[in-house]
């Protein structure tokens, strides 16, 4: 999917924030409650699918794989085809902007005989495969012209060879390719993480009936998955998706007298990191009613207007917090005091380098930072000054972050495109109205 024309938007400074209210389900559990759907026995039930563009061109690609995936009253239905049961699709895979779909789903084809080209937007064009291919070429995956970008086309086989691999950097979607590949390897296939990061394929993979194993230690965790596992059609309920809600959130503790609550959280441990430095930062978060739901911890997350003070995030939060830290470095501009965030590798790779663009959107918009190596130093004075215009490349998290900027600074910011929003969190303007930010159109 290609958006033409970018939309431009200004937010403005807003009268205080207020409102119950649910975010769209989590982006990572509904990629693999379709994936996963599509590699199970029998029908798969899935209620609260994120019907976001990145979703949708997995759903879409899953269909083209032979799995068709529909939506009938207010469920998502999958019909699986099996371990190893997916066909050669007649054209090459779309899937847009999204990173999650292409790497994941390049798990998913390895243990198939057959030949997938995969193609996506100018943003996911840019951004390394090799951290997946790789393994998957050492189990035996081939790719043409050893591509390590897409457009690429990606050779599976029935005659995979199990692994165990140790990931070279923190990222659960190279994590969860293997773990994919393995399911249809016969044999043990093992992932070692040395710092934790989401885990939302493991439990998933459980819900289906695979056996997957998990022993942590000194080393980190060692993740195992026997293949060649019978997975059941199975029902899934999507919690709200955590990533989403922080733009929320953010938005109440920066926005004076704001109270917000958002009910039907994701509140898994390994995505949480967001919430604890917001506290951390005396921002009065609350995670209300715990509870489980469809294999997940879910809270509702409660926030108000607070007065926050700058804090040192410490490099190992960075894999529990990884999509949040545009947002929190906005946030960090109303604090008081300087908010240093180390380990900030993974982010120069996401949708756009993201480290760049969340300084040089600060910058535009009257707040010093600092970046030194993997490092972001926000010098937080406790109001911005706005007024910028936002260079968003294609990035759904930058534009998101900064339009909850102009909110609660003296001017409007501007972010240059707001049509990539739609790839994670169709409903945001419509949900940040329904509780009182304004918004108006610009030519920027
Ligand atoms: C995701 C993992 C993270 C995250 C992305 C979703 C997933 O990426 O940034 O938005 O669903 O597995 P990495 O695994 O590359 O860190």
């Not at 990629?31 to 029908?43: S, V, Y």
């Not at 100018?122 to 790789?134: I, T």
């Not at 659960?172 to 773990?179: H, T, Y």
């Not at 049509?419 to 918004?439: D, N, V």
Request: no cysteine; proline share 5%.
């Amino acid at each position: 999917m290609t958006h033409a024309d970018p939309t431009p938007l200004a937010a403005e400074r807003s009268e205080a924030l207020k409102g119950t209210l649910r975010v769209p389900g989590d982006k990572s559990i509904s990629h693999r409650a379709l994936m996963l759907g599509a590699l199970a026995t029998g029908k798969t039930r899935i209620r609260g699918l994120l019907e976001s563009e990145d979703v949708i061109n997995t759903a879409r690609a899953v269909t083209a794989l032979g799995a068709p995936a529909k939506k009938t009253g207010d469920t998502w239905e999958v019909l699986g085809r099996g371990t190893g049961g997916l066909a050669q699709p007649a054209e090459p895979l779309d899937f847009g902007n999204a990173g999650t779909g292409t790497r994941l789903m390049m798990g998913v084809l390895a243990p198939h005989d057959i030949t997938v080209t995969m193609i996506g937007d100018a943003s996911l064009s840019k951004r390394p495969m090799g951290r997946v291919l790789g393994p998957l070429k050492q189990m035996g995956v081939e790719v043409d012209g050893d591509r390590d970008r897409l457009p690429l086309t990606l050779r599976g086989t029935s005659q995979l060879t199990p692994i165990v691999y140790e990931l070279p950097v923190p990222s659960a979607q190279i994590k969860s390719a293997i773990l994919l590949a393995g399911l249809g390897t016969a044999g043990e296939t093992t992932v070692i993480e040395r710092e934790a990061t989401r885990d939302h394929t493991e439990r998933m993979l459980r819900h289906f009936g695979a056996e997957v194993s998990t022993e942590t230690g000194e080393f980190g965790t060692r993740i195992t998955i026997r293949g060649e596992a019978e997975l059941q059609g199975r029902d899934v309920t999507v919690p709200g998706d955590p990533s989403s809600a922080a733009f929320l959130i953010a938005a109440a503790l920066i926005v004076p007298g704001s109270d917000i609550t958002i009910e039907g959280v994701l509140v898994n441990p390994t995505r949480t990191g967001f919430y604890t430095t917001l506290q951390e930062m005396g921002g009065d978060v609350a995670l209300l009613n715990p509870r489980e739901e469809g294999g997940e911890p879910v809270a509702d997350i409660r926030a108000r207007f607070s007065k926050l003070s700058g804090v040192s995030v410490p490099a190992e939060r960075a894999p529990s917090m990884i999509d949040e830290y545009p947002m929190l470095a906005v946030v960090a501009a109303f604090a008081q005091g300087s908010t240093r965030m180390d380990g900030l590798a993974e982010l120069k790779v996401k949708e756009s380098d993201r480290l760049a663009a969340t300084a040089a959107g600060l910058e535009a918009n009257g707040v010093r930072t600092e970046v030194a190596g993997d490092t972001l130093i926000v010098h937080g004075t406790g109001q911005a000054a706005g007024g910028g215009l936002v260079a968003t490349h294609l990035d759904h998290r930058i534009a998101m972050a900064f339009l909850v900027m102009g909110l609660a600074s003296e001017t409007p910011v501007t972010v240059d495109d707001t049509g990539m929003i739609a790839t994670s969190f169709p409903e945001f303007r419509a949900l940040m109205e329904q509780i009182g930010s304004r918004f108006k159109a610009s030519e920027a």
